[in-house]
């Protein structure tokens, strides 16, 4: 008697899954980057929606505003290395914030994050206080001698702003009828 040919215990046909690898990641992500320029439109009659509107296209003028700034600092001090690196980052980062922005501008509903439910007046007053920040660094972007404490700033404010986005991102709380 020869070997015996082996079985496999693992099923040949698998049942198709629900949904794809992104939806499960990445809920509510439409696709890379995506988002509407209507999220930026300042023709609306509410206030609320108003002053969020204000507060993102601020912030990403003042970053942009900011990003150009340091690399005309490139080309004044012949730094070339740094010159392609803002360059790219500053093309990247604007897109990158636009689309952060529009996901923090459209969120709706409640999140649970820590704990803690987190609702549109919450990302308001996060827009709110990103503004006045980035008001703050654009300033200091020219007063600072060194752009050490510039660039640590614009790092941290690039992670809190995409901690929000990804949070606007989770799936919202349903309803309560309590």
Known sequence: MGPQPQTSTFPQDLPPRETSWKDRNCPGMRSC????????????????????????????????ATSIWDVVNSIIHFNLGW??????????????????????????????????????????????????IHIGIFAGAFFWKSSGGVGGMWLAMWLLIFGAAWVTTWEPEPASSV
């Open 33 to 64: 980057w995506s988002f509407s320029l209507s999220s930026f439109s300042l023709a609306t009659s509410d206030k609320a929606v108003l002053a969020r509107r204000i507060c993102m296209i601020a912030i990403l003028g003042l970053r942009t």
């Open 83 to 132: 010159l392609i690196i803002g360059i790219i980052l500053g093309v990247l980062g604007f897109f990158f914030i636009a689309w952060c922005l529009a996901r923090i501008g459209e969120a709706t509903g409640y999140r649970r994050v820590l704990g803690a439910r987190v609702g549109r007046w919450h990302f308001d007053v996060f827009l709110l206080g990103m503004a006045i």
